[in-house]
């Protein structure tokens, strides 16, 4: 009777030992969604940069779009390389090829002159306005060059086609 009872008692414990290690595995995977869901209170951004546009308030509760539809909730721009984007009537376009030297002049700015070359060109005119858009990249290390300033370029004025 006594084997029998240790039996019992032996196979008692085996069970306990079984749920709880059960208990262990559900508290883990409760840990992990937790976790989870903490990942969600951070957004992070791919790169460094700066919010320029929010268009939620700070501790709202936000979710998934609905399909089909986007939802942005900021914008982020990176200023360690700003984006000066032109125009440039055919005159001036037969003039300017990608590495050209350009002069980029922001008057809102104390030393508002900045040194680049054209980066790229559309392949092709606007039909609206007739005009070939080309951009340059300026580095910017001091951030004194924002996104949204206006600026004039000084195209180089060698011969057409050279």
């Known amino acids: 009777a006594g084997v029998n009872t240790a039996k019992v008692e032996v ?24 976790q989870t869901q903490l990942g969600y209170t951070r957004i992070l951004a791919p790169f460094d940069g700066v919010v320029t546009r929010r268009l939620v ?6 979710g998934p779009p609905l399909p089909g539809q986007t939802a942005p909730l900021l914008t982020v721009v990176s200023t360690d390389l700003v984006h000066v984007v032109f125009d440039m009537d055919e005159r001036n376009a037969a003039r300017v090829t990608v590495g050209a030297p350009v002069v980029v002049h922001v008057s809102s ?14 392949g092709a005119f ?30 180089p004025m060698g011969e057409a086609g050279k």
């Open 11 to 34: 196979t008692r414990a085996e069970v306990g030992v079984k749920a709880a290690e059960a208990g262990v595995a559900v508290a883990e995977a409760n840990v992990r969604k937790a």
């Open 57 to 62: 308030d700070v501790g709202a509760t936000v």
């Open 109 to 122: 700015l104390p030393d508002g002159v900045f040194k680049g070359k054209v980066a790229r060109t559309a």
């Open 126 to 155: 606007n039909p609206d306005t007739g005009t070939l858009r080309g951009e340059i990249d300026l580095p910017n290390p001091d951030g004194k060059l924002r996104p949204g300033l206006s600026a004039a370029v000084e195209l």
